[in-house]
Each structure stands twice: as C-alpha cells, then as structure tokens.
C-alpha cells in the first residue's frame, strides 16, 4: 500500500496512513513536502448531556473522547501546535483548507492569521439535509465553514478557475455551496453495523475542492484522516495522499475503503484550464513545422481580408506588416486582435481557423512525460 518518493535524503510515505499524533507525525515529515493539506479537526462541541429526539430516542451526537477538551484554552494550544506543524509542511506554494462549525471555527481562523497564513476565502457548506435542531431552542445548524489558506501572503497557490466554472455549468464558482451530507450508501458503517464515524465527510465537497485548488501528482495531507474521505477522492482523482489518524478503529475502515478505490484514467483527469494557463505557442512554430508554409494566404474569418504568411512568422497584407494580431487590428481598425481566432485558411472549399494548428501543438505538449 506503501510508496514512496524522494526528496532530497528525505522520503514521503506516500498514499498510506501513519498512526499516532498528528502533531508528532507532521513533524516527522519532511519540511515543505506538502502542496495542499485538508484538516477536518476536533470541533470541541462542548455537548452537555446527552440529546434526544422528540421522541424520545436519544441521538448519536458527537461525544468522543478526541472531540472533548478541558477548556478553550487548551484547544487553542493544540490548534496552534497543528497549525504550526502544518505550515512548516507546505511547500512555498503550497495551501491549507479548514473545516469547522460555529463552534471552533472562528478560534482556528483566529490561528491561522497568527500563524502567518494567508486567508483567501471562507467557503460555507450549506448542507441540502441538515440535521434538524431537535430541543426546539435554536436555529437548525445547516451549515458548516472551510477557511481556505495559502501559505503566505502573495503565494502562487494552486486555483483552476475554469475547471471550477465547469463544475457550475459554465458560472464562476461561489463561496456558498449546496451539497448534501453523508448518508444512504456512502456513509460507512462498522463491523456492527453503525456509523463508523460521527462526522464523516461526503465524497462531493473534497471534490471539489480536490479538483478546484490542486492537480494531479500533487501530494494532499490530511492530519485528522478519519475513515479516509480525502484520500479515497485524491487517489480517484490521480493525486497522492498521505494521511494521519490515532484512531484504529478508524485507520481499519479507511483501509478497505481505499483498497477498494481506484484511480478515474489519465484523460478523465484532465480539467478545463485558463487561456492564461494554456502553454504559448508563437505563430511562427507553425511555419517552423510546415503546418503553414511561407506564401500561403490566411483570410479574415469574416472574410473581408487577406494576408500572406512570411518565413519569419510574420505577415503582409495591403502594405501592413507585422504579426497576425498587428495585422488583424491594423486591417478591422481596431485597437487589437486576436490573430488565433481572427485569421482562418482555407481547405476543400472550407474555412479552418488556424488556432486548429496552435491546439494540436498544446495537445503534443501534454502528451510529453514530465
């Protein structure tokens, strides 16, 4: 289950799951071996006897042992002590995600700024099926709030903008997201058949955030790993994990979980980019490779112009000189051009824009091992 990768003299356990402490094991870790790190920490509810139901029937609530602490205090220092070992973890672009309710929340993001991270946005999970208020006495918590982090202030941290437009049918991302909690098929249950854990996470929020803010062969750590949501969705999605949990009981579930995971295949992986993002391929690569050849015309996709290559990637077209976006905006009389989609050729009678060619170049370019 165990591979490794190399960095330096220090090696990365990756894709299994270390026992123990996760404030001792982060530190065993290699510093600044992690891109990004989800944490899913105690929530110190702070519950005062047990909860029940209008019925009488009482609720599994979460009362853990590792969920209780002896006073706020006390989980201030063990937050300060993870968050420290957390960010000597990342690498320099590297970036953490948070998630918690009213109940610690606030204190963690209080944290992390004294900790020297750099907040970018807190995302709220509203949850499609919340669990209702059952005494009557306050509102109905129906969601829960991910603070997402980079290392430091000015950090080129991982974002896919596009791939997470995509997921939104094609409308930017917002910050409040409706998806349901575990339940039916997906929650986990142990060999006696209840919950194998109290607040286990859906598969849908780590995938997005997976897809959204890290790429494949990027390495995720979770240090409060539980049955293994963020490693069963990072292997699917083709990056590795490392996780950390003291818990047997759960460690065991997490364990057949991912053995039975697999990873989605390499083109299932690939994620819209940014036209920014998108590797550059000047003009002139195409004449170099013989896609277009110097004296060969490229028409106007409005077919109003026209201009003739020249060897030097550059064109000509009515005494203009200069490069296809010079030209193009010279000719429309604009302030500027996109000479990829402005500038087609034509073939069997057909106009065929030329950014055809720049995108069979982008495709090579991904298809080469790193």
Not at 154 to 164: C, D, M
Not at 290 to 309: C, D, F, I, Q, T
Request: glycine share 8%; proline share 5%; aromatic share 8%.
């Amino acid at each position: 289950m165990t591979k490794t990768k190399t960095k330096g003299a220090d090696a990365l356990p990756l894709n299994t799951i270390l026992s123990g402490d996760c404030i001792d094991a982060m530190n065993a870790l290699p510093e600044g071996s992690i891109d990004l790190i989800f944490a899913d920490p105690p929530y110190n509810l702070q519950l005062k006897g047990d909860l029940h139901r209008p019925d009488n029937s009482q609720v599994d609530a979460v009362d853990d042992h590792w969920d209780q602490f002896s006073s706020f205090k006390a989980y201030d220092e063990f937050t300060n002590a993870w968050l420290k070992a957390a960010k000597r973890l990342l690498k320099p672009n590297g970036a953490i995600w948070v998630i918690g309710s009213y109940h610690n929340i606030f204190r963690v993001g209080a944290s992390l700024q004294n900790e020297g991270f750099w907040i970018l946005n807190d995302v709220v999970w509203r949850k499609s099926n919340p669990m209702p208020n059952f005494r009557g006495k306050r509102l109905t918590n129906a969601h829960e709030t991910m603070i997402w982090a980079s290392r430091d202030e000015g950090a080129k941290y991982t974002f896919n903008y596009e791939a997470l437009k995509s997921l939104n049918e094609g409308i930017q991302m917002r910050s409040d997201w409706v998806l349901p909690i575990c339940t039916g098929h997906e929650r986990l249950k142990n060999e006696e058949g209840d919950k194998a854990h109290p607040t286990q996470k859906p598969e849908s929020l780590l995938h997005r955030v997976l897809v959204g803010t890290t790429n494949p062969g990027d390495v995720v750590l979770d240090p409060f790993f539980g049955t293994g949501t963020t490693g069963a969705v990072a292997k699917m999605l083709g990056r590795d994990y490392i996780g950390i949990e003291r818990e047997e009981a759960y460690r065991k579930v997490a364990e057949k979980r991912l053995s039975k995971t697999r990873r989605y295949d390499r083109e299932a992986l690939q994620v819209s980019v940014s036209k920014r993002a998108e590797p550059r391929v000047p003009f002139g690569q195409l004449i170099e490779r013989g896609m277009l050849r110097p004296g060969e015309e490229l028409y106007s996709m409005n077919n109003r112009h026209k201009a003739k290559v020249r060897a030097d990637g550059t064109l000509i077209g009515d005494d203009i000189k200069g490069s296809i976006h010079q030209v193009g905006a010279a000719l429309e009389g604009a302030p500027s051009c996109n000479g990829w989609t402005y500038w087609c050729i034509k073939k069997d009678g057909k106009r065929v824009p030329i950014d055809i060619f720049r995108q069979q170049i982008r495709a090579e370019m991904a298809e080469r091992p790193n």
